[in-house]
């Protein structure tokens, strides 16, 4: 299996500062025969299913903010949220799709101060 | 819009059996895969299991695999998780979600919850 390793496991950022949150894949997750990272970004907060951010690695879903933003290419991935908002506190996994077993990260937690 | 909802879980014994539904609406049920992803207690994601539009392909993830069954039926807009020999480990909250087909979840259920226990 793919493992996915995110860092960090927690981090606390000031109401409209920049979050960076990482994430790396045991093998690389660029299909070369269309050039598409198989990567999703999820955002989780408590007592809510996990909603769907970023996919294709850099793709944003329909009606998520702009100031989400993914990065990266082949096993080293970035979820940037620029202009922390206070309803961005809560736990970011990143999902690789590019083989027929996916696997998330361990998950980030994000904090505000 | 769209909504997923599961039902069926419930407390069971270890090596015990339990089937979760997921019934989907407000959407065409059989033009998508479809995913089971659990969160245990205190733990992050773990991807299951998905299931091509017409039944098949069907994979797994490792720590279910043989033991686990997914299944649906596009008549009734619903999708299966048959579980047996069932562990401890695998008391969690237990979602479906949807996949356009490439493997990204774009719509979750609300989670039913399996505890597994004596």
């Known amino acids: 299996d793919i493992v996915m390793t995110q860092s960090p496991d927690s981090l606390t950022v000031s109401l409209g500062e920049r979050a960076a949150i990482n994430c790396k894949s045991s093998?690389?997750?660029?299909?070369?025969?269309?050039?598409?990272?198989?990567l999703a970004w999820y955002q989780r907060k408590p007592g809510q299913p996990p909603k769907l951010l970023i996919y294709w690695a850099s793709t944003r879903e329909s009606g998520v903010p702009d100031r989400f933003s993914g990065s990266g290419s082949g096993t080293d991935f970035t979820l940037t949220i620029s202009s922390l908002q206070a309803e961005d506190a809560a736990v970011y996994y990143c999902q690789q799709y590019y083989n027929t077993r996916h696997t998330f990260g361990q998950g980030t937690k994000l904090e505000i101060k | 819009q769209v909504q997923l909802l599961e039902s069926g879980g419930h407390l069971v014994r270890p090596g015990g059996s339990l089937r979760l539904s997921c019934a989907a609406s407000?959407?065409?049920?059989?033009?998508?895969?479809m995913a089971w992803v659990r969160q245990a207690p205190g733990k992050g994601l773990e991807w299951l299991s998905y299931i091509g539009d017409t039944g098949t392909p069907t994979y797994y993830g490792d720590s279910v695999r043989g033991r686990f069954t997914v299944s649906r039926d596009n008549a009734k807009n619903s999708l299966y998780l048959q579980m047996d020999s069932l562990r401890a480990e695998d008391t969690a909250i237990y979602y479906c979600?949807?996949?356009?087909?490439?493997?990204?979840?774009?719509?979750w259920g609300q989670g039913t919850l399996v505890t597994v226990s004596s």
């Open positions: 979600a949807r996949t356009p087909g490439n493997g990204w979840l774009d719509y």
């Open positions: 093998q690389s997750v660029l299909y070369s025969s269309d050039n598409k990272n198989y």
């Open positions: 407000g959407f065409t049920f059989s033009d998508y895969f």
